[in-house]
């Protein structure tokens, strides 16, 4: 049968080249690292380490190509799945096998192959089975005379009258419109650049949707939405309280439709009978085949980059979640706060050890305020407690007024209160690590352990606890959780290994973070250090069971020896580069703890003087850069923000306030910064500075701590307005939000979308997330 001309194919680059393409890179360099990655290295580990071998590629660039690589692999792996099975059916011809080659997404190689696809019987096999296939090409090929009158030499006992006849011509024109690659192609293109978004309130559901409201009547093109806009209406939607279309050329008022048009065109429709008939089947083919499928391609589209969106945000905001800033070494107390259940307490010292545990119960019903106070303030004293770590939970601002008072109360130094996120804190308590940790403490109180380490140390802390339940995330319960899975580790990862671990006082879970350990290596390590006592070089790992000498290569630059026999253990200097680094320190004809740190000593020095044929001047830098500064932390120095007295309920506030809080979270739209009320309120993109600001990011991160002025209070919908503008603002002048993210910490499981009443569209979306 005759098809729709076929564009000619092109030549696809090498993987190597598209990825270079990418991420701004050299093939050379793509190959380089793509041989590391494939021989074991990590991404931390070819980012700091192996420099001269890819051009000095970063991690975000490893980190992309090793994401591109999985991707680009499957899809030369489907690529040549699917020529052997079109070889097989021998219909494999020199042209198709390039057009293959050609196809740089999976979703074209489908559309290629969906013709030779096994598939149940369609109705255009039937047709053909009962004599209609030439009836089908007669009409493509001499359009001159009616259809009808061709139609009637083809009956026969299964096929009784003219009208059956043609609907099996119909039929079998329309299965080689469906699977025509290239017009599927042109007509996804044509509704990726004009199609609508389109969600509306399902009658009924007014009131128990109102946090949707903003979209009870919503229409934006596909292209240009959102994604947190995307995801705000297909929770709508899963909810049932949103319907949710993708709408083509609805105002469009010619009696032929542009994406009906584009499938006329492939077949230089004129006015002929068999032209008028072959138009028709074209609507018929738009309207029951081809309409839903791609409007469901485009809302899977959709979904992807609204999750791709979401998961950027998230791995951001937790990137800075986890290298905020550690209060130090410090005796701390964390307080969990609870109204009926009592304030748990932890004290814990200097480096974590947990020193005393207790309950107090200042609200209702016990209302034992004075002994509450009594308690803590000796705690306090007996433990020459620093810092008073509370937790953000229900009762967080009664508890730091309690202690408030508390302190007004003792003479000389007082310990410093914050209040912190216990997003996570309740996860880890029931975890498996904290029973490991703690056998014999009560589940609550392991909170508050929690609680005080993460002021301490909020990157130690929160690697034991699963990353999706940190919930600094956008939507995050809504988007792909294997996918949002390997990207919070990779994450971790990076946070970790940037850090540095200091080897005999992190925990397994902390250790199993490192560049090239897992769970059993970290957790034999620990078990190696309780039972011979603290590592005094680095070298003493390679004795430790199941640790070779890859694992060593790639975990002995990231772990830390404070105060060790060899002074480099306690640098992020590599062991395979210490005779580099000694032969800098040599030349500087002074001992290795005089050079370290002397910055005006070794700024002298002349890196290329260094060069061997192993390090580059890329690491030579690098050592000279870690001698001047030693084990260096990257994090920010310490510092809280301070709640205003008296407003502790968003029924507090008033518009024009000026309050102090900190960056919870950041999202596309905007930052959410908590201000003492238990809801965050949001400071949209556009009242985050006195000029344009396209990326939040660019101005705040999580964990800053800012200055705000309320611009607006919305009780009933618990939706709180911020500025951190000069001019303060203007009241309402904002865009309007989505639905904020839920600041619950149970954990997070991926819900499923419950059908609505949505038409076909939702039906399939529905089906197809199910799949998914």
């Not at 009637?152 to 039929?171: H, I, N, Q, Y």
């Not at 009933?716 to 203007?730: A, F, S």
Request: hydrophobic share 40%.
């Amino acid at each position: 049968m005759s098809q729709p001309a076929q564009t000619s194919p092109r030549t696809v680059p090498p993987i190597a080249l598209l990825i270079a393409q990418e991420i701004k890179a050299t093939q050379a360099q793509v190959v380089s690292a793509v041989e590391l990655l494939d021989g074991g290295a990590t991404v931390p580990f070819i980012a700091r380490y192996r420099k001269e071998v890819t051009g000095g590629l970063d991690d975000t660039q490893l980190r992309t190509l090793a994401e591109r690589l999985v991707y680009l692999r499957e899809l030369e792996a489907r690529r040549n799945s699917i020529v052997d099975s079109i070889r097989g059916q021998g219909k494999l011809t020199d042209d198709l096998e390039r057009k293959i080659a050609a196809v740089a997404t999976k979703a074209e190689l489908e559309d290629i192959y969906l013709p030779y696809k096994p598939k149940r019987r369609t109705k255009a096999e039937i047709a053909r089975e009962r004599g209609l296939g030439p009836l089908a090409e007669a009409i493509l090929l001499d359009r001159r005379i009616p259809p009808a009158d061709r139609a009637a030499s083809f009956l026969s006992a299964e096929v009784p009258d003219v009208k059956a006849a043609l609907e099996g011509a119909r039929d079998i024109v329309a299965e080689g419109i469906v699977e025509n690659a290239d017009l599927l192609g042109r007509l996804r293109g044509h509704m990726r650049g004009g199609a609508f978004l389109r969600a509306k309130v399902v009658a009924g559901k007014e009131a128990a949707g109102a946090k949707f409201s903003d979209y009870f009547d919503h229409s934006e093109r596909w292209a240009t939405a959102p994604g947190h806009r995307a995801l705000a209406m297909l929770r709508g939607w899963n909810e049932e309280i949103l319907s949710v279309d993708i709408i083509v050329d609805e105002a469009d008022p010619s009696p032929v439709k542009p994406v009906e048009s584009i499938i006329a065109a492939a077949y230089q429709l004129g006015s002929l009978p068999g032209d008028q008939w072959l138009m028709e089947v074209i609507r018929w083919t738009w309207r029951v085949k081809l309409s839903m499928s791609l409007s469901l391609d485009l809302m899977r589209e959709l979904r992807e980059r609204a999750e791709e969106e979401a998961i950027h945000v998230f791995a951001r905001n937790l990137k800075d979640l986890l290298l905020a800033a550690p209060a130090g070494s410090r005796a701390t107390m964390g307080l969990d706060p609870g109204i009926r259940t009592g304030v748990k307490v932890a004290i814990i010292d200097g480096t974590g050890k947990l020193l005393e545990t207790t309950t107090v119960y200042p609200f209702p019903p016990k209302n034992d305020v004075r002994g509450a106070q009594a308690e803590i303030a000796k705690l306090v004293a007996r433990h020459k407690v620093e810092l008073i770590s509370i937790g953000n939970g229900t009762g967080s601002r009664e508890t730091e007024r309690l202690v408030a008072d508390m302190l007004a109360t003792l003479p000389g130094t007082k310990p410093t209160k914050v209040i912190v996120s216990e997003a996570g804190a309740s996860i880890y308590s029931a975890s498996q690590a904290a029973a490991d940790e703690f056998p014999t403490l009560d589940v609550s109180l392991r909170g508050a352990v929690s609680i005080a380490r993460r002021l301490q140390d909020p990157l130690a802390e929160l690697v034991k606890i699963e990353p999706k339940s940190i919930g600094v995330g956008q939507y995050q319960h809504d988007v792909d959780q294997g996918r949002l899975s390997r990207s919070l580790d990779a994450v971790v990862e990076d946070a970790v290994n940037a850090v540095g671990v200091d080897l005999n006082t992190a925990s397994a879970p902390l250790l199993a973070r490192v560049s090239g350990l897992s769970r059993s290596t970290a957790e034999a390590i620990v078990a190696h250090r309780d039972a011979i006592g603290p590592f005094k070089t680095r070298t003493e790992l390679k004795t430790v069971p199941r640790l070779g000498a890859r694992t060593f290569e790639q975990c002995a630059g990231f772990l830390r020896i404070p105060g060790g026999k060899e002074p480099l253990d306690a640098s992020s200097v590599h062991p395979e580069a210490y005779g580099v680094a000694k032969k800098i320190i040599s030349a500087c004809g002074r001992d290795v703890r005089t050079v370290m740190g002397d910055s005006q000593l070794l700024k002298s020095l002349d890196p290329k003087v260094f060069v061997d044929d192993r390090f580059g001047l890329p690491t030579i830098r690098d050592i000279l850069s870690e001698l001047e500064k030693p084990g260096r932390d990257p994090r920010p120095s310490f510092k809280t923000a301070t709640f205003a007295d008296g407003i502790d309920d968003i029924k507090d506030l008033k518009p024009g306030m000026l309050l102090e809080g900190t960056v919870t979270n950041v999202a596309a739209f905007g930052a959410f910064v908590d201000i003492g009320v238990h809801q965050d309120g949001l400071v949209h993109v556009s009242q985050l500075a006195d000029r344009f600001v396209k990326d939040p990011h660019e101005v705040v991160k999580a964990g800053d701590v800012v200055k705000v002025r309320v611009t607006e209070v919305d009780v009933p919908r618990k939706r709180i307005g911020l500025t951190m503008r000069k001019d303060g603002g203007e009241a309402g002048g904002r865009p309007a939000s989505p639905p904020e993210p839920r600041r619950d910490h149970r954990p997070i499981k991926q819900e499923k979308p419950a059908p609505a009443a949505t038409g076909a569209l939702g039906e399939a979306l529905l089906r197809a997330t199910k799949r998914k």
